[in-house]
């Protein structure tokens, strides 16, 4: 397979110190170049020297050669520092570069120490996702009425999703995580929602939709950081080869066509910010009307 033979390249180098720790690694364009490869086939390899520890993506740098701490820090090793470099790892690189292999590189220990403190990676993601939905809480006494608690305790949530957009990927709604600190988004929003005077179904089916609503949005964060890895195309650089494909599906769709040659004359950018906010405003507006609040 090409891209393993690309990786054995890359894991040579950096053994042979060509390639030193914190130095930038080639690019997924760069090594499709070289090697006569397709961009994802490239990706491929660097992901596989990630999740091997050997690699790390740096916000705004790119992928460059990961340093070993020192070997006696495995003594220092906890729980909380072993949570705390993966959850920096899923930030980087999102969660499929984790794998229990890579965080021991990270933290410079033996392979099997982190089982020490959970039996595997499932239980490791799902103490990421109980410490990173912690990270943000409540005023002790809230204040406002039900829809101002409402947007506060969205914005929280999307706040959130936004340092670590791993934590939109991590299961259905319809699989409720049992996180503690989870539940704490959820009491916060279930007792303004509380205030609309509604029996317990549709209690649930609310919180449901305004959480479906955040999550749905977030969704996109971590999926744009995977194309962005896997294509080396920035958004601005994908609409670049994209738009005569875009213009010729619009054949026979005169408003779609309309819509995107008023955009293209008046310049437009896709924020996912402002649809959050949007939509939020749109959904707690049809809340006033149907309850009469």
Not at 63 to 91: H, Y
Not at 278 to 284: D, E, I, K, T
Request: proline share 4%; net charge neutral; hydrophobic share 45%.
């Amino acid at each position: 397979m090409k891209y393993v033979v690309i990786a054995e390249e890359l894991r040579g180098r950096i053994a042979r110190g060509e390639l030193a720790p914190g130095v930038r690694v080639p690019s997924t364009r760069r090594l499709a170049t070289d090697h006569g490869v397709a961009p994802a086939t490239a990706a491929k390899a660097l992901a596989l020297l990630s999740q091997e520890g050997l690699v790390r993506a740096e916000p705004r740098s790119g992928t460059v050669v990961a340093g070993r701490e020192s070997r006696g820090s495995q003594r220092g090793l906890t729980r909380d520092r072993l949570v705390r470099t993966a959850i920096d790892i899923a930030d980087a690189e999102g969660l499929g570069a984790l794998s229990m292999r890579g965080v021991a590189a990270r933290l410079g220990v033996a392979p099997m120490a982190p089982y020490r403190y959970v039996r595997g990676r499932d239980e490791l993601v799902l103490l990421m996702a109980d410490a990173a939905f912690g990270e943000r809480g409540y005023p002790a006494k809230p204040s406002g009425d039900w829809r101002a608690r409402l947007m506060l305790g969205s914005r929280t949530l999307w706040s959130l999703f936004k340092r670590h957009p791993w934590l939109a990927q991590l299961g259905p709604i319809t699989r409720p995580l049992p996180l503690r600190n989870l539940a704490t988004h959820g009491e916060w929003a279930l007792s303004a929602l509380s205030e609309l005077g509604v029996d317990a179904a549709t209690l649930c089916d609310l919180h449901v939709l305004l959480f479906s609503h955040v999550q749905g949005m977030a969704v996109h964060l971590e999926r744009e950081q995977s194309a962005l890895a896997s294509s080396g195309l920035t958004e601005e650089d994908w609409i670049d080869h994209q738009g005569a494909a875009v213009m010729a599906m619009t054949a026979g769709h005169p408003t779609f066509a309309r819509m995107l040659a008023d955009l293209t004359e008046t310049g437009y950018d896709l924020v996912l910010d402002d649809i959050f906010e949007s939509g939020m405003r749109a959904l707690l507006d049809g809340l006033a009307l149907r309850f009469g609040r």
